[in-house]
């Protein structure tokens, strides 16, 4: 559903390439990795994921850590 509205779903969800068929979306995904979800720590890869939303391509997941 998020790719008919969006070009990049950022998440923190590290199994989503084992348990969707990626090559059948037509949405690029962001994977942020931390110590833990919370904010304090995603924060500080704020930086990172606008690089990677700003050059991913549809289809390709990117981990950033």
């Known amino acids: ?5 969006f070009d990049v779903l950022i998440t923190v ?3 989503i ?3 969707q ?6 949405i690029a995904i962001v994977v942020m990795v931390a110590q833990s979800n919370r904010y304090s720590e995603l924060r500080n890869l704020v930086p ?11 289809g ?6």
């Open 21 to 26: 068929n990626l090559s059948d979306l037509s």
């Open 17 to 19: 390439p084992y348990q």
């Open 48 to 58: 990172q994921a606008l690089e990677a939303i700003a050059s991913v391509k549809k």
């Open 13 to 15: 969800d590290q199994k």
């Open 1 to 5: 559903m998020a790719s008919r509205e």
């Open 60 to 65: 390709e997941i990117v981990r950033i850590s």
